[in-house]
């Protein structure tokens, strides 16, 4: 509940969120990009319901500096990245393939395609350059067409068909309506698998925004309670949140057993995985004590508070941060290569903090603690444990050993320990 309830919650979800939205300043520019990430904030903060946080986005109309919600439709620029878009996030169907020709193996056509796009075709937009603002708005008259058959298409949903659409009010209405129905057999699964996603490292469905005949969830039953409980709570993303951490699935062990060695599919023991580059990043501010100063953004600014990835800084990029070109979960990538090593081992990033004058290891030995203090507090800051005996005893013999051989021993020593730690597998992956 204190977890739920921290600053750190709202911003990590926003950070989330921005990698779907694509918050960056190429699409959204400077100030749309702050309007947009603290409207996230604020919504995820106040707990805003699923339901109410998918209709302010998807019918969000007038300018972007009165409604920061419209600068959704800044990185969904035209009618087919309206209706990709919302069908990656929403429905958690990738529709790409289905602009150009019927998917061969899928049920999506190319009518269907179009037929989403009918919802968001009248959509127009007016930009006001000089103070970065836009303004949407819907045109009384315009209809989408079929390039392969020169057709007209109707509005379509999925176990609905095609629907004669009103002239007299905007259509993402009809589509919204149907959306959030608390039967709608795709919002609640998409958004409970994407969360849970996030909190083990892999979805029911994997990837998790790519929900389709031929890529079935590993426990249907799983999801579709889980969605059950998102609807009966009115939505209530904190609740699945709970649920899923005060859950014994959540709570095993990374350990496997003869069993379960070789399962990646069905959860029956946690998955070791990298962290975010965003808390990896922080947790090496963290263990050396010196904190990062992103360019523009108030002292203390965390990666995972960014309102939009900062240019130039490989540490995040290496690491698997993206730049927010597309709407897809893989362009953020976990991956482990050789960049990554070099980047811990002897980057500029880890060795200014290393050798930082103010940093943790040197603010301890000023103030006069003894090396088991020191090493317990090294320890706590980068694995959020104490050293067991057997730790402490190795880790001390050599820094008295180093403290022999020159008066800069000792704290060459201390370097080497928070080194050591930032480059440990224990340190840089959650288990």
């Not at 109707?154 to 259509?171: F, I, K």
């Not at 062990?253 to 975010?276: I, K, T, V, W």
């Not at 939009?308 to 953020?332: A, I, K, W």
Request: net charge negative; charged share 25%; glycine share 6%.
């Amino acid at each position: 509940d204190q977890l739920l309830e921290s600053p750190e919650y709202a911003a990590w979800w926003a950070n989330k969120w921005g990698d779907l939205f694509r918050v960056n300043r190429e699409k959204m520019t400077e100030r749309g990009v702050y309007k947009f990430y603290h409207w996230l904030v604020r919504s995820i903060r106040n707990n805003m319901p699923y339901d109410e946080f998918v209709r302010h986005l998807l019918l969000a109309k007038g300018s972007t500096t009165v409604n920061p919600a419209v600068n959704f439709y800044r990185s969904a620029d035209s009618t087919d990245d309206c209706t990709e878009t919302m069908a990656q996030i929403f429905l958690g169907a990738r529709l790409q393939c289905a602009k150009c020709h019927n998917h061969p193996y899928e049920r999506w056509t190319q009518d269907n395609y179009y037929g989403f796009g009918a919802f968001f075709h009248r959509l127009q937009r007016t930009v006001v350059k000089e103070n970065d603002e836009m303004v949407l708005w819907v045109a009384r008259e315009g209809e989408i067409v079929q390039p392969r058959t020169g057709q007209q298409m109707q509005g379509w949903l999925p176990g609905v068909g095609e629907l004669a659409l009103d002239e007299s009010y905007d259509r993402r209405e009809v589509l919204v309506e149907w959306l959030t129905r608390p039967d709608n057999p795709y919002l609640a699964r998409v958004e409970v698998n994407r969360i849970w996603s996030h909190l083990f490292g892999r979805g029911i469905v994997e990837p998790f925004d790519d929900f389709r005949e031929s890529n079935l969830p590993s426990n249907q039953a799983l999801l579709d309670w889980l969605a059950v409980d998102l609807v009966e709570s009115g939505f209530d993303r904190k609740q699945v949140i709970r649920r899923i951490l005060n859950s014994a699935t959540y709570q095993l062990s990374s350990e496997g057993n003869e069993s379960n060695r070789q399962d990646r599919a069905y959860f029956s023991h946690l998955q070791l995985r990298r962290l975010p580059a965003e808390s990896l990043m922080e947790a090496t501010c963290q263990v050396t004590g010196v904190p990062h100063k992103f360019k523009g953004m108030p002292v203390g600014t965390r990666a995972t508070g960014l309102p939009s990835p900062e240019e130039g800084l490989y540490y995040l990029r290496v690491f698997g941060q993206p730049s927010r070109d597309t709407n897809c979960s893989c362009e953020r990538t976990e991956l482990v290569n050789l960049p990554q090593a070099l980047a811990t081992s002897c980057g500029d990033f880890v060795t200014k903090r290393l050798l930082d004058k103010g940093n943790l290891l040197r603010r301890l030995l000023r103030a006069g603690r003894s090396n088991e203090e020191i090493v317990e507090e090294i320890y706590l800051a980068g694995y959020a444990r104490f050293p067991n005996d057997e730790e402490i005893a190795l880790v001390v013999k050599f820094i008295e050993e180093q403290s022999q051989e020159s008066e800069e021993g000792r704290e060459m020593a201390l370097e080497d320990l928070t080194w050591s730690i930032i480059n440990s597998k224990e340190f840089m992956f959650q288990k």
